[in-house]
């Protein structure tokens, strides 16, 4: 087994500079060419290309098509099933050195790929080329930091007490077959770390992407394929919820579940996944990242540039549809009036439009139905409070996409709805507290405990926050995003209550979720 270098984070790109410019436009165009094109199941690595399709439109521009998708139904969720069982009698004894090389080389396969799956991603979700070059890096940070922590877990013995007589070890064994059901608004980063979880510690998986982008699914899959993992061991099955995502949890042979999405699905998967089926000889484990109902605390001390960009930035960077994306900013009354009049002039300046023009901060919604979702809570906001800024879908030349004004609210009441439920859209409330416990204890009232923040200098208030603010990712004084852009190997992700079971996604203790503990003893 070769050394490896350092774990170190995959850098983006500066679109700033001329020849980032020209190799995304040459990108832009290798994608325009292999638009519309049709994908396949993909099953014991098999590509079948029957039974109803899918079309994916650009959420920018629908009259632009993606592509289309072959749906799987229950039967091919069996026979997916079924392969990654079969898969796994071979798989799971592969040494842990030979799983984690090939996981090395699709990282570098992506990487190789990193502009153009970025355009890919973009045109789908319509993510900023920005936010879309970040999630294909996260994706490989992923692939790369895991086959590194698999490295580290077989190589090194557990510390175990010895005693004269016995010899102990602790051996680390994967579950079996599981299903990976993945979200549309990180489409390559999170269906990459969860299924490259799941296979390079020797299970193997059936992988639903997102009906919203089952095409950057599809071009992850063929990275797997050119790295040399084995056919079955992950199997792409792109399908509606309602078809397959129940079978896919509820089938006896299934041993675990990685789920991110919303959290109302997550509680219906939790629920499903503690009814034992006929033949099944398990308990099977639920691995959750749901929602989010983030706070900021802007405290009276703080840099109000930097406060004021923090918040900005991860109220509307993807336009909110980020489980981690700052929804209730909690401002000192001392310099509320500074404060929302600076937020509410820099948020005017953003720009908004396609996602492959990199000078766009944020494009549109990711989908008609998300559209519809916000829209409706626009509508509550005007009744909850006021919009002072936004409130409103781009029309004109905009028409053709899913496009939403970044909307800040004021004056609302602690209980309303805008203040308690997830939008996942770009909208932000923004209200005052009178006292720093006051402030804490309106986060900590949220049903969600995923990621917040706090602007301050004072150093007891930062250690009492950092006590007593209740997510599983917080930030202090982080200008990029006071709520979001948490790094693989720097700042695992995954959070409390309603957010899912704190799995802590791109950490060191992560890929325990997908093994199990053999205790093994030997006698002189």
């Not at 791109?506 to 997908?514: K, Q, R, S, V």
Request: with cysteine; aromatic share 10%.
């Amino acid at each position: 087994m070769e050394t490896l270098s350092q774990f170190k984070n995959e850098p983006y790109i500066d679109f700033l500079l001329a020849e980032k410019q020209e190799s995304l436009h040459k990108a832009v165009e290798q994608v325009n060419k292999q638009l519309g094109k049709t994908y396949p199941l993909i099953i014991n690595g098999k590509k079948i290309f029957e039974g109803k399709k899918h079309v994916v439109k650009n959420p920018a521009n629908t009259d632009e098509k993606i592509g289309e998708v072959h749906l799987a139904t229950k039967e091919y969720a069996e026979q997916a099933i079924n392969a990654a069982q079969s898969a796994f009698e071979t798989w799971q004894f592969i040494p842990y050195h030979e799983r984690a090389a090939k996981l090395l080389r699709a990282a570098q396969l992506a990487r190789e790929r990193k502009l153009e799956l970025s355009v890919w991603l973009s045109k789908e979700n319509g993510k900023s080329i920005r936010e879309a070059v970040a999630d294909v890096a996260e994706g490989i940070d992923f692939m790369d930091y895991y086959a590194r922590r698999m490295n580290e877990i077989g190589s090194q013995p557990a510390a175990l007490v010895h005693v004269p007589g016995e010899k102990n070890k602790l051996l680390y064994i994967p579950l079996g077959v599981g299903s990976v059901i993945a979200p549309w608004n990180f489409p390559f980063a999170i269906l990459a770390g969860m299924t490259t979880a799941a296979i390079v510690t020797g299970n193997c998986a059936v992988v639903k992407p997102s009906t919203v982008t089952p095409v950057i699914a599809y071009h992850f899959f063929e990275i797997l394929e050119q790295a040399g993992f084995q056919a079955g061991v992950a199997n792409y099955l792109p399908g509606s919820s309602s078809d397959i995502g129940d079978y896919l949890v509820e089938h006896p042979k299934i041993r675990f579940i990685s789920f991110t999405g919303s959290t109302a699905v997550g509680k219906r998967i939790y629920e499903n996944a503690a009814k034992f089926a006929k033949g099944q000889k398990w308990f099977k484990r639920v691995i959750l990242e749901t929602g989010g109902k983030n706070h900021v605390i802007v405290c009276d001390d703080a840099d109000l540039d930097k406060a004021v960009r923090g918040v900005m930035r991860a109220a509307f960077g993807y336009s909110g549809q980020k489980c981690s994306a700052c929804s209730v900013a909690l401002v000192d009354k001392k310099i509320y009036e500074q404060f929302i009049k600076k937020l509410k002039e820099e948020t005017e300046k953003l720009k908004i439009g396609e996602g492959t023009d990199p000078s766009n901060f944020t494009g549109p919604l990711a989908s008609e139905e998300q559209l519809e979702k916000v829209q409706s809570y626009l509508e509550i906001a005007k009744k909850e409070g006021k919009i002072i800024t936004g409130g409103e879908r781009l029309i004109g030349n905009y028409k053709k996409g899913y496009f939403i004004v970044p909307t800040i609210v004021t004056n609302t009441k602690p209980d309303a709805r805008i203040v308690r439920e997830e939008i996942f859209g770009p909208v932000l409330v923004v209200d005052t507290f009178n006292s720093f416990e006051e402030a804490l204890a309106r986060q900590r009232s949220s049903d969600y405990g995923l990621t917040g923040g706090i602007f301050t200098k004072d150093p007891k208030i930062k250690e009492l926050a950092m006590q007593r603010f209740h997510a599983g990712n917080f930030y202090i004084n982080k200008e990029t995003g006071g709520s979001t852009g948490a790094m693989v190997g720097r700042q695992p992700f995954g959070g409390f209550n309603m957010s899912g079971t704190d799995s802590k996604a791109g950490g060191p203790n992560y890929l325990y979720l997908y093994i199990q503990e053999k205790s093994v003893t030997e006698f002189e």
